[in-house]
């Protein structure tokens, strides 16, 4: 058996070659880069596939962070409270802007943000709240939402591991005053480099964020905002545009298989909890088990692909040290963080290679009991 990669990107590139090709050579013969017509295209399909009024492409998911979180007005000073358990940009974006990230546990049996730690955490200066849809899957928002009503706080949504995800039936933009995307070549959705997006019903906040990330330009020569550059390159968007189309069914595959490993691996790992009401997108496949460190050799040396998101907490990283925070602050994000690892999960996976990784992981498991 070959290797098996945690995601197959020349694969699924060749299926789509024909359709790919022919958009990227109209567009380099046309010139047609920035702010072209298949970005503006691509922003009305990617709102109404979210079901939002308004999206904005951006260079990248940490752009729209940026954008988003200035946007809706934080400053130096403002507290911003984000999960401890998530990729870095969903605090660097707040800590860019001078403002306080204040990190929250994680719920140990979804691996999100766990909503009762939200309201001890809740002082003045806080302004918003970071939620990250994580692995795939839309926090149980009701709560959340509550509580934002109730402290007058905005809530971003982090949906970078999470398009197309529902809860209730509704996707992410829906849930928050704005949902925040990336479409890095890993995503569910991913271009062929870095690329973003903003989704929103609020007209105010989409219309900041149009300003901000074309140097808060109203007009060739008229700036209204000191802005970025923090575009959409118009070759993304084209190739966003015809990979939107398959978002579904490849989301649907990576749910099949999600259901093969939960069925199969449950009863020596602990399989990834899903809510009733949600449906989750698998960006990662992500297993727990106490001997994490042994497996993911085992699994490297049977030519298994494996990946751990996250092995360190974001509270104890040093990049945060000026925050203060020690260990045994947010106990359950690090013990989550020494027991976690996630396993190949794509939609091009043959059943061929799924039965493999069962069949390697259930002999792990069975050397490790009998060791
Ligand atoms: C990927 C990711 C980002 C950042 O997106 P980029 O496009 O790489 O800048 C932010 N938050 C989360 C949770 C992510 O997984």
């Known amino acids: 058996m070959n290797k098996i990669p945690l995601i197959d990107l020349p694969l699924q590139y060749q299926r789509l070659k024909k359709e790919i090709d022919p958009v990227i050579k109209r567009i380099i013969k046309n010139g047609d880069f920035i702010l072209g017509e298949d970005l503006r295209m691509f922003e009305r399909e990617f709102a109404r596939y979210c079901g939002a009024k308004y999206c904005c492409g951006l260079s990248s998911g940490s752009t729209a962070l940026d954008l988003a979180l200035k946007a809706i007005g934080i400053k130096t000073g403002d507290q911003v409270i984000c999960p401890t358990l998530t990729f870095t940009a969903s605090a660097a974006a707040i800590a860019n802007l001078g403002a306080i990230p204040v990190f929250i546990d994680t719920n140990p049996i979804t691996y999100n943000l766990d909503k009762n730690q939200i309201a001890k955490k809740i002082t003045k200066k806080t302004k918003a709240i970071i939620v990250v849809h994580l692995y795939g899957q839309i926090t149980d928002m009701d709560e959340i939402g509550e509580i934002a009503k109730k402290y007058k706080l905005k809530i971003i949504e982090d949906a970078a591991q999470a398009h197309g995800a529902t809860y209730k039936n509704k996707k992410t933009g829906f849930w928050g005053?704005?949902?925040?995307?990336?479409?890095?070549?890993?995503?569910?959705?991913?271009?062929?480099?870095?690329?973003?997006?903003?989704?929103?019903?609020?007209?105010?906040?989409?219309?900041?964020?149009?300003?901000?990330?074309?140097?808060?330009?109203?007009?060739?020569?008229?700036?209204?905002?000191?802005?970025?550059n923090g575009r959409l390159d118009n070759l993304q968007a084209a190739i966003l545009r015809i990979k939107l189309k398959y978002l579904d069914i490849w989301n649907e595959n990576r749910r099949q298989i999600a259901r093969y490993y939960n069925s199969n691996l449950s009863s020596i790992y602990t399989i990834p909890q899903t809510f009733p009401k949600s449906k989750h997108v698998y960006y990662t496949y992500t297993l727990a088990h106490k001997k994490r460190n042994l497996i993911i050799s085992m699994l490297a040396s049977n030519g298994i692909s494996s990946a751990i998101y996250y092995p360190i907490p974001l509270h104890l990283q040093e990049a945060y040290s000026n925050l203060e925070y020690r260990k045994k602050d947010l106990p359950v994000a690090e013990n989550i963080c020494k027991n976690i690892f996630s396993i190949p999960i794509y939609p091009e996976m043959t059943e061929k290679q799924i039965h493999h990784v069962v069949t390697v992981l259930n002999k792990i498991a069975n050397n490790i009991k009998n060791a």
Request: glycine letters at 12%.
């Open 177 to 228: 005053d704005i949902a925040c995307f990336s479409f890095y070549p890993s995503k569910n959705l991913g271009c062929f480099g870095d690329g973003g997006a903003i989704v929103t019903n609020s007209s105010k906040i989409a219309k900041t964020i149009f300003l901000l990330r074309d140097h808060g330009r109203t007009s060739k020569y008229s700036h209204k905002l000191v802005g970025y």
